[in-house]
Nanobody, 115 residues
Framework: VQLQASGGGLVQPGGSLRLSCAASASTYSAGAMGWFRQAPGKQRELVAGITSGGTTRYEDSVKDRFTISRDNAKSTVYLQMNSLKPEDTAVYYC??????????WGQGTLVTVSS
């Protein structure tokens, strides 16, 4: 499996979740990794990215709430999501950030924020 996202679920507003993305070694070492999301009726968007050197970038709506990290020993990328809001509800995917490097999108993991 080149990319497998997991960790989604149902959480109340204000709650937290941690998503995991297990990658093959070749994919993990290919470059910057990112977490994307697609809400119903909306386009897929990049919400957080991390370079091989650990530099991170975030979409404005998730800054100070989400933290992306990577574990080189496990070829895994994480997304810690805190203070979740209903508008964070979406299917979350991981993939390489540069478009020309993207792999086929997997199933993703569904995050539902609702009371």
């Amino acid at each position: 499996v080149q990319l497998q996202a997991s960790g989604g679920g149902l959480v109340q507003p204000g709650g937290s979740l941690r998503l995991s993305c297990a990658a093959s070694a070749s994919t993990y070492s290919a470059g910057a990794m990112g977490w994307f999301r697609q809400a119903p009726g909306k386009q897929r968007e990049l919400v957080a990215g991390i370079t091989s050197g650990g530099t991170t970038r975030y979409e404005d709506s998730v800054k100070d709430r989400f933290t992306i990290s990577r574990d080189n020993a496990k070829s895994t990328v994480y997304l810690q999501m805190n203070s979740l809001k209903p508008e964070d509800t979406a299917v979350y995917y991981c993939n390489l950030v540069p478009a020309f490097q993207r792999l086929p999108w997997g199933q993703g993991t569904l995050v539902t924020v609702s009371s």
